[in-house]
């Protein structure tokens, strides 16, 4: 028996667990050894191993004027044991990065990485970062960074602008200011469709460096709608002598329709929709509806428009759309004697199942209830 105990003990100390057998008559028990799990033991390596060692890992291209990209060289060395492999160089948006060395660096060995930052219109403090890839096992995604901040040839604040008629004033400034070290003088300023009027006055430098205001309205006669103008600043730069700034228009006009966009929903096929249509007009200014327009044949208006002028005119949009799955769309266009707002379009859309107008044409059986 004690030397049953010796032979359990030295079982359970090595992580077994011992299972005795029946014994027979005059016989010690048989024991039979059952591994138990353990936790599972950390990878180590086998061998030398790499380490990658970076001569720096962040480099400041510092304040950079008319540039068009950043370039920089990051150096490091297999300050390990073992064969140092790259496998991959990664970056961000904007930046590039290429390995100009063997992807293989053995122990003493040294590689260069390629980072190119371009900056495509940017301004102002960037930063990127660039991460390499490596059999390294203490950093196998070793992270560098490039930064630094972008100056313009003419900085404009900001660089586009919305207008509304909806909104008081419609009107907007924008900054301009000098970046070179050569005076800043603007020569003219002018609009490609006319749509807005300009004022420019000087302002008190900044830091030693001329600055100019733009103030930029909406003109009251633009027709509703959407509109994309431009905004065209002449400068006495050689490297910039001209200056665009977008201005994106919305007209909402006197007359209003709500809603502008009917949404019909989901539709059977055959199913008749009707919808309510309202048009006012915004300062109380009475005109007529002279005619109504549809571009599907599936949808119409009711009533015809009436003969007299009103603040105000309401229509049923009513349709019955076609068995064809798929998105259903009508404009309908209100004609009328508004100077301004000739006519005042609305959309109404929604959407019929496939299943639907399977169902509608004999496939599925009888469709399902709305």
């Known amino acids: 028996m004690k030397n049953l105990n010796r032979r359990s003990a030295a079982f359970a100390a090595s992580g077994l667990v011992a299972l005795l057998a029946a014994p027979a008559a005059g016989e010690f028990p048989t024991v039979v050894p059952v591994p138990v799990a353990s936790p599972a033991a950390t990878a180590v390596p086998a061998g030398p191993v790499p380490r990658i060692v970076f001569e720096a890992r962040e480099h400041d291209f510092g304040s950079v004027v008319g540039e068009e990209k950043a370039e920089h060289v990051f150096r490091f060395r297999n300050e390990g044991e073992g064969d140092l492999r790259i496998e991959r160089v990664t970056s961000t948006c904007g930046c590039t990065a290429a390995l100009l060395s063997s992807d293989a660096i053995p122990p003493g060995g040294a590689g260069e990485v390629r980072t190119t930052f371009t900056f495509g219109g940017r301004k102002g403090f960037q930063q990127k970062a660039v991460h390499v890839h490596s059999n390294d096992p203490a950093e196998p995604r070793a992270a560098l960074t490039i930064k630094g901040t972008i100056l313009p040839f003419v900085d404009v604040e900001p660089a586009s602008i919305a207008l509304r008629d909806d909104q008081a004033?419609?009107?907007?400034?924008?900054?301009?200011?000098?970046?070179?070290?050569?005076?800043?003088?603007?020569?003219?300023?002018?609009?490609?469709?006319?749509?807005?009027?300009?004022?420019?006055?000087?302002?008190?430098?900044?830091?030693?460096?001329?600055?100019?205001?733009?103030?930029?309205?909406?003109?009251?006669?633009?027709?509703?709608?959407?509109?994309?103008?431009t905004v065209t600043v002449a400068t006495n730069l050689k490297e910039r002598p001209r200056v665009e700034i977008p201005v994106h228009i919305t007209v909402m006009g006197d007359i209003q329709a709500s809603p502008t966009r009917v949404y019909l929903g989901s539709l059977q096929p055959g199913q008749e929709v009707s919808r309510q249509v309202t048009l006012t007009s915004a300062t109380g200014r009475p005109f007529r509806v002279e005619a109504v327009e549809c571009d599907n044949a599936d949808f119409g208006v009711a009533p015809a428009p009436p003969p007299g002028p009103s603040a105000a005119h309401s229509f049923t949009v009513r349709g019955r759309p076609s068995a064809q799955a798929g998105g259903v769309r009508a404009k309908i266009t209100f004609r009328t004697d508004h100077p301004k707002q000739p006519e005042v379009a609305v959309t109404a859309y929604g959407y019929i199942r496939r299943e639907a107008a399977r169902a509608a044409a004999g496939e599925g059986g009888a469709p399902p209830a709305p």
């Open 169 to 229: 004033p419609a009107a907007r400034r924008v900054i301009i200011t000098q970046t070179l070290p050569d005076p800043l003088r603007i020569e003219g300023v002018s609009s490609k469709l006319d749509l807005v009027e300009t004022s420019l006055s000087e302002q008190p430098p900044a830091d030693g460096r001329r600055r100019y205001a733009l103030d930029i309205t909406l003109k009251p006669d633009t027709a509703a709608g959407r509109h994309f103008e």
